[in-house]
């Protein structure tokens, strides 16, 4: 079945960096666009960034434009989050989903803690 | 900051038709329009896309419609399972980006 699958997260430090991972199944992955998307704690849905179908262009949130880098490896199913400079304000649970007229299906989210 | 405008809450006995609004510009309802409901403690789920289309496995209790700036989504015949947080999506043209309703939390009385 199409699935998304995350790992990476954890407690980082505010200014570390740290990577989140997506591995897709059950479909062509190098045929869609794919999307991060971040909840803050009791907050609602923030868009983050997308990255085509095949990684030639990639379009960034203000919020963390600079700071994150999205990338794909199409021949291993993977997507990517670097995260940069992570500040407090980026603790959230992280997704990843698939750009299908609408974000579907959607990984099962990565937390990442940034506190000192 | 988010640029489509939900309300907060909204309620309903069970069996009754609960509407939720999803206030924006042209430059983004103008765009299709997806919903997305989030039960507690879950991962966000396909609800309505392209305005008023139900994926597979949606039940028809769900409609979405658009009309000028706004967008809705109706539940008829409220159920106990329907409570949950709901959030409406598109593309903004003019930011370039996508963007997220500010969310609506559905309480069954």
């Known amino acids: 079945q199409v699935q998304l699958v995350q790992s990476g997260g954890g407690v980082v430090q505010p200014g570390e960096s740290l990577r989140i991972s997506c591995a897709a199944s059950?479909?062509?992955?190098?045929?869609?666009?794919m999307h991060w998307v971040r909840q803050a704690p009791g907050k609602g849905l923030e868009w983050l960034g997308v990255?085509?179908?095949?990684?030639?262009?990639?379009n960034y949130a203000d919020s963390v434009k600079g700071r994150f880098i999205i990338s794909r490896d199409n021949s291993k199913k993977m997507l990517y989050l670097q995260m940069n400079s992570l500040r407090v304000e980026d603790t959230a649970v992280y997704y990843c989903?698939?750009?299908?007229?609408?974000?579907?299906?959607w990984g099962q989210g990565t937390l990442v803690s940034v506190s000192s | 900051q988010s640029v489509l405008t939900q309300p907060p809450s909204v309620s309903g006995a069970p069996g009754q038709r609960v509407t939720i609004s999803c206030t924006g510009i042209?430059?983004?309802?103008?765009?299709?329009v997806h919903w997305y409901q989030q039960l507690p403690g879950t991962v966000p789920k396909l609800l309505i896309y392209?305005?008023?289309n139900r994926p597979s496995g949606v039940p028809a209790r769900f409609s979405g419609s658009k009309s000028g700036t706004s967008a809705s989504l109706a539940i008829t015949g409220l159920q106990a399972e329907d409570e949950a947080d709901y959030y409406c999506?598109?593309?903004?043209?003019?930011?370039?980006?996508?963007?997220f309703g500010t969310g609506t939390k559905v309480t069954v009385l």
């Open positions: 989903a698939r750009d299908q007229r609408g974000f579907d299906p």
């Open positions: 059950g479909f062509t992955f190098s045929a869609y666009g």
């Open positions: 042209s430059s983004n309802i103008g765009s299709d």
């Open positions: 392209g305005n008023y």
């Open positions: 990255i085509w179908y095949d990684g030639s262009d990639k």
């Open positions: 999506q598109s593309y903004d043209g003019s930011l370039g980006s996508y963007v």
